[in-house]
T-cell receptor, first 114, second 110 residues
Framework: GAVVSQHPSRVICKSGTSVKIECRSL??????MFWYRQFPKQSLMLMAT?????????EQGVEKDKFLINHASLTLSTLTVTSAHPEDSSFYIC??????????FGSGTRLTVV | EDKVVQSPLSLVVHEGDTVTLNCSYE??????LLWYKQEKKAPTFLFML????IEKKSGRLSSILDKKELFSILNITATQTGDSAVYLC??????????FGKGTLLTVNP
């Protein structure tokens, strides 16, 4: 079945540094990648939608200069949290769609900013 | 703005009980309703529903969609402690975007 590999699964970084999260579709071409954030005991909140080769579309309230999304190929999308602060600590997860429908989630990245 | 509301937010039952989880939705250009189970990490896919009135089953789990009432239910029969998790409902709309509900925290006690 379709698999999305997400790395790293857990990262701890210092305040002010940047962190890059990768999502790679292993056996299919991801036409669209969705990036979500989930705070403790909350649901998944969509941050942005990216299509290969074009700029990401960000949801209201999500800073595009802080959360940089790159979807340079049909199998790789990255989310970079720039100048991370403790309030950015959260669970970040990607989800890919492919032709024919269906959503495949990555395994998630738990980010802790200290 | 798209909205998905789940109820109850939490539920505690004993092993063997049957539970029904509810999900109502308001999603523009609705395409599908999805159910996921989330334990420690990423959500695990359970069902995707696109047609009204057709029940989908997988073992002890089943789900059905009512597109007229904008509603879906997830049933779990003969619950087991391994069913303890957060169950998420999501509505798929324009451009395949998913809007998630807050989830139902199910706790199954032995």
């Amino acid at each position: 079945g379709a698999v999305v590999s997400q790395h790293p699964s857990r990262v701890i970084c210092k305040s002010g540094t940047s962190v890059k999260i990768e999502c790679r579709s292993l056996d299919f071409q991801a036409t669209t990648m969705f990036w979500y954030r989930q705070f403790p005991k909350q649901s998944l909140m969509l941050m942005a939608t990216s299509n290969e080769g074009s700029k990401a579309t960000y949801e209201q309230g999500v800073e595009k200069d802080k959360f940089l999304i790159n979807h340079a190929s049909l199998t790789l999308s990255t989310l970079t949290v720039t100048s991370a602060h403790p309030e950015d600590s959260s669970f970040y997860i990607c989800s890919a769609t492919r032709q024919g429908g269906g959503y495949t989630f990555g395994s998630g990245t738990r980010l802790t900013v200290v | 703005e798209d909205k998905v509301v789940q109820s109850p937010l939490s539920l505690v039952v004993h092993e063997g009980d049957t539970v029904t989880l509810n999900c109502s939705y308001e999603v523009t250009n609705f395409r599908s309703l999805l159910w996921y189970k989330q334990e420690k990490k990423a959500p695990t896919f359970l069902f995707m529903l696109t047609s009204s009135g057709i029940e989908k089953k997988s073992g002890r789990l089943s789900s059905i969609l009512d597109k007229k009432e904008l509603f879906s239910i997830l049933n779990i029969t003969a619950t087991q402690t391994g069913d303890s998790a957060v169950y998420l409902c999501a509505g798929g709309g324009s451009n395949y975007k998913l809007t998630f509900g807050k989830g139902t925290l199910l706790t199954v006690n032995p």
